[in-house]
């Protein structure tokens, strides 16, 4: 609403919510502050788990800082922009979620008291996204080397990322188990090495327990054999993938076929069952003994592949299709007419076995894979699930420092020495960027601190211990949660990807300066549906 001449202009439709200035900063700061101090008691190897429980009364529980945020059903724009963080730090670098989320929101608590000092949101901007760029440059510059070999060094790793979580009494096993896979599907090019973590499938089964998940050398498929005939059993076995189905092809126009004998459509028949029968004996010349179709397989092919032996496995999923050829060595076949001997993939054998409840079929001893399974078991639905987004954040971060080769201490240690330096730098700015500086340096802090409340320690006396340390130049100093000293994280195991560090600082910093930069939300009301003439929607009209 708006005044010319004492008449008033309507601009804004009616009901719509208007919020400027500095209560527009207020509530967006609020909301950002509410998401962080939610999962703020996640954070660490003693950190809480959540309980979610959705609309349709689905539950999960879990200690991950991005399954959290996915999982909260939120209302307010900035406190989505906060939970854009977490997915961007889940799918750059699979740990660190909570991490960047907590710091994001310490970073705008220290931008209100800027604030409430009259100093410009575009100065506090610019003096955080100066002394962001300084904090990578000071992390890059402790960042320690590792040998990409040291498979002891990966492993420390990976139980850095599984510390906290369900998982955590088989760490050992599961931390082996990963740096496995990714070693597995690793390759080297021009002395680095890349890895597509998509080629390691978590299949998961409830029972047994979690020391009971196990890497199979090739793949499991949440499939059965197609028909009871076949083998179950196949060893030294010769496997076709299909992207084909075995079946006969509908035409591709519209045709309609007048039989006037019997015997034509006898005939008719007898002719499908010849086509069925040299797409099976196309397979059996090859050699193969193993089928895997992505589509479907007619009931009479299943009756000729069983009696000529083969082992079937039909409606794979694409994703699955894949892997099966990378970790056999099998190229995917569009055309039963062109198969060869040379198309088909190998392993040690394939087995259909009950695994809880439900039949599997597992694709093990592959000569070479380029694509692995970790089978998950765990005592409950919860459990299992928990377990796989653990396994998750560690074959990202193995992934992470297998191709930088650079890690820094966990435990706090980095935001400790990364805020020290900070200090001794915000002074050589000048200006009021500085005071937005030191608070950037003072708001790192907030991971070492949540670090020891979420354990039981007093914050206060575990910073004044850290900044001492880091002081006398112990770089890898952070909290040893577990004995409540300040101590060396490198010799104790606890070691992260760079990158892990790099981008939470950086995609909090720019959520941070986005949310600050907003002084106005306009907000439209909601649209509510049109009642048709009988008090009802309309709906007679959308039927199809």
């Not at 890898?476 to 990158?499: A, Q, R």
Request: aromatic letters at 2%; a negative charge.
């Amino acid at each position: 609403m708006a005044t010319l001449q004492g008449t008033p202009v309507l601009i804004l439709k009616e009901g719509t919510q208007r919020t400027v200035g500095r209560d527009a900063q207020r509530m967006n700061i609020m909301a950002a502050r509410v998401i962080a101090e939610a999962v703020k008691s996640t954070l660490g190897p003693k950190g809480m788990d959540k309980m979610l429980v959705d609309s349709l009364g689905d539950v999960v529980i879990t200690n991950d800082g991005v399954t959290i945020l996915k999982e909260m059903d939120v209302e307010h724009p900035a406190a989505k922009m906060i939970i854009e963080v977490a997915k961007t730090q889940d799918n750059e670098v699979g740990d660190g979620t909570t991490t960047a989320v907590v710091l994001a929101g310490e970073l705008l608590k220290k931008a209100e008291e800027l604030l409430d000092q009259e100093i410009h949101p575009t100065i506090i901007a610019r003096g955080y996204r100066m002394a962001s760029n300084k904090a990578i440059e000071i992390l890059e510059s402790i960042a320690m080397d590792i040998d990409v070999e040291d498979v002891d060094t990966l492993k420390k790793i990976a139980a850095t990322a599984i510390t906290g979580k369900h998982s955590e009494y088989a760490l050992e096993h599961l931390s082996s188990l990963v740096v496995e896979a990714v070693k597995r599907v690793a390759e080297k090019v021009d002395d680095h090495y890349r890895v597509d973590e998509d080629n390691i499938k978590l299949e998961k089964r409830q029972g047994g327990s979690v020391a009971d998940t196990k890497l199979v050398n090739g793949i499991v498929i949440d499939k059965e054999v197609v028909h009871p005939g076949m083998p179950k059993r196949v060893k030294n076995a010769k496997i076709a993938v299909l992207k084909a189905a075995l079946e006969v092809k509908e035409t591709e126009t519209d045709a309609e076929i007048r039989i006037t004998d019997p015997d034509q459509l006898m005939k008719f028949i007898e002719q499908e069952e010849k086509m069925l029968k040299e797409m099976v004996d196309k397979l059996a010349e090859a050699g193969a003994n193993v089928v895997f179709c992505q589509k479907g397989i007619d009931d009479l092919a299943q009756y000729y592949l069983a009696k000529a032996g083969i082992l079937a496995v039909r409606r794979v999923k694409q994703s699955d299709i894949e892997k099966i050829a990378k970790a056999c060595g099998a190229k995917i076949i569009t055309d039963l007419r062109e198969i060869t001997s040379a198309d088909l993939g190998e392993a040690d054998l394939v087995e259909e076995r009950k695994v809880g409840d439900e039949k599997m079929v597992f694709i093990e001893g592959c000569k070479n894979p380029k694509a692995v399974t970790i089978l998950i078991r765990g005592g409950s639905e919860h459990v299992v699930d928990e377990v796989e987004r653990s396994l998750q954040d560690a074959i990202k971060v193995v992934k992470a420092a297998l191709e930088s080769g650079k890690v820094v201490a966990g435990g706090g240690a980095p935001e400790i020495e990364v805020a020290l330096k900070l200090r001794e730098w915000a002074p050589t700015l000048g200006g009021r960027e500085q005071l937005a500086a030191e608070a950037f340096a003072s708001a790192l802090e907030v991971i070492p601190r949540a670090l020891a409340e979420n354990s039981g320690l007093d914050p206060i006396d575990i910073l004044v211990e850290l900044r001492k340390a880091h002081e006398e130049g112990k770089t890898t100093y952070g909290v040893d949660v577990f004995s409540g000293e300040v101590t060396c994280m490198k010799e104790k195991g606890v070691l992260e990807p760079l990158k892990v560090k790099t981008q939470a600082i950086s995609s909090a910093t720019e959520v941070a300066i986005m949310i600050l930069r907003i002084d106005d939300v306009i907000a439209a009301k909601g649209l509510e549906k049109e009642k048709g003439p009988e008090g009802e929607s309309g709906e007679e009209e959308s039927e199809e």
